[in-house]
């Protein structure tokens, strides 16, 4: 029976060079540092090289503390352990920065063996090995790396194969094993201390840090705020982390949806400074945007009709404006301008609402995703390789809709799937949609709306995702263009938000 780690999901975008030198430098000091008995005539010198770079507790040498982290008995316990560095050593390195990470693994192996020492003081026995260090990493990997899985490979007498495991589940077990292995008699002549010391300064460190806001389980940027920031490039998918080369300090769409008071769940907290959503909206407020809150399309006359007599504009231009949109019927009016509007078109049956620039939402931009896997605590987005844990609770909007072909080209689906906080925008597009059944050719699409909507209960939906799921005819939500479906996706982002806040 075999039961071994073999990697995890998702890897993080960023190049782990300080993980990868660590390894090396393992493999490097075992293979040509390390000294290595080939016989009973090389034991003696083989203890005194031991007594000089392993720790030993009875002798504690200082400089042991370091050199003794980078040393194994033997290939399989140093092939054991880097890879098991190899597996969370990357996603921490993430984490923390490359110069943290380095020296919290240092750190790490100093106290796990302080650990040892102090269970076992009077010990003669030299311990080595960097899994003091490495279990730091697991316990800061479980704080960190929650909604990772880890890839176990299994071989059971002919059952053989690869199966995902949460991974606070993994290295949950593996805690257990060491607690139990520290009972007395039971490890076997490993230093069980020095792994309990190293992964309860994991756990310990990166809760508190994680506490304080110093680091975050998820160190994620989306760069998805108004026009202005755009010109920030961000790599595709890269955990929307980097931005020209350096690491933002934080989302500014947070900072902003909180200014904002966007959302009653991420609205200012208590004692935060007043001065600033004051400020946010004396400028926002003082002019007015009137939406539909239902598609209007079948009483375009009489809509066209309440927007030009409360504006006061010509008939054919408002037509001619409204032509492009989907549910925003007019924009900065001066408030009497606003009511006087949603007054008629309430006359016309046609229900509409004002709202003050300042409760607006911004578009996020649209983020390019490849795949979608479901689970039954949430789901991950995958780009190039790389993937986003999100939970169902964070999910603000979902539509779709189909983009009309030109010539013999196929049309399009589009979904977006909208989060909150960060506030972000992932798009799912997929070609080869074609005749008068086109959710017959998305089926990948229909399939992930269908897990998504069993798993997430409430979820905000427009037709077109009734559509994927349950067939029908998709002339009402089929667009001429990619530009025409973000402006009927921004009304019903409004239309969303203004019913969650309850304004209507």
Request: charged share 20%.
């Amino acid at each position: 029976m075999i039961i071994l780690p073999i990697g995890d999901e998702p890897k993080p975008a960023t190049r782990p060079y300080v993980n990868y030198a660590f390894i090396a430098i393992n493999v490097f000091a075992y293979v040509f540092l390390q000294y290595h008995p080939r016989g009973p005539q090389d034991i003696p010198a083989y203890m005194a090289f031991l007594e000089n770079w392993a720790f030993t507790p009875a002798l504690f040498h200082v400089h042991t503390l370091l050199t003794s982290m980078f040393m194994h008995a033997d290939l399989w316990h140093l092939g054991g352990n880097m890879l098991f560095l190899w597996i969370a050593g990357d996603n921490i390195e993430d984490r923390l920065g490359h110069v943290w990470y380095a020296v919290f693994y240092i750190a790490a192996g100093v106290v796990a063996t302080l650990t040892h020492y102090a269970t076992d003081i009077h010990s003669i026995i030299p311990s080595l090995g960097a899994s003091g260090a490495i279990s730091a990493v697991l316990g800061a990997y479980f704080i960190l790396c929650a909604r990772n899985r880890i890839k176990i490979f299994y071989w059971f007498f002919i059952i053989i194969g690869v199966t995902l495991v949460p991974a606070r589940i993994a290295i949950g077990i593996w805690i257990l094993m060491q607690l139990l292995l520290a009972t007395p008699g039971a490890a076997g002549g490993v230093a069980v201390w020095a792994h309990i010391g190293g992964v309860a300064f994991g756990l310990g460190l990166l809760y508190l840090l994680k506490a304080v806001g110093i680091v975050k389980a998820q160190m994620v940027w989306f760069h998805s705020g108004p026009r202005r920031d755009r010109h920030h490039a961000t790599r595709a998918f890269h955990w929307f982390q980097h931005s020209q080369g350096h690491t933002p300090p934080h989302n500014p769409y947070s900072q902003y949806s909180r200014q904002r008071n966007l959302f009653d769940r991420y609205g200012p907290s208590p004692g935060e400074d007043k001065v600033i959503v004051t400020q946010a909206r004396e400028v926002l407020a003082h002019k007015f945007t009137v939406i539909a809150l239902k598609p209007w399309r079948g009483n375009a006359e009489a809509v066209v009709d309440a927007v030009a007599s409360a504006q006061g504009l010509p008939f054919s231009a408002v037509f001619e404006r409204l032509r492009g949109e989907h549910g925003v019927l007019a924009r900065d009016l001066d408030e009497p301008q606003a009511l006087d509007a949603v007054s008629r078109l309430r006359e016309r049956g046609v229900p509409a609402l004002a709202l003050a620039k300042v409760r607006l939402i911004d578009m996020p931009n649209a983020h390019p995703v490849d795949n979608i896997i479901v689970s039954d605590n949430g789901f991950t987005l995958y780009s190039k390789g790389h993937g986003l844990n999100r939970r169902f609770r964070d999910i603000f909007l979902l539509c779709a809709g189909m983009i009309r072909a030109e010539g013999d080209a196929k049309p399009t689906a589009l979904v977006d799937l909208f989060v909150y906080e960060p506030w972000a925008r992932f798009r799912l597009r997929e070609s080869g949609a074609s005749g008068a059944e086109p959710h017959e050719q998305i089926s990948n699409i229909r399939s992930m709306v269908t897990r998504l909507m069993q798993r997430g209960g409430n979820i905000s939906i427009n037709r077109g995702v009734r559509l994927l799921v349950d067939d029908g005819d998709w002339t009402p939500m089929t667009f001429d263009t990619v530009e025409d479906y973000d402006r009927y996706v921004y009304w019903l982002m409004q239309v969303v938000n203004a019913k969650n806040r309850k304004w209507t």
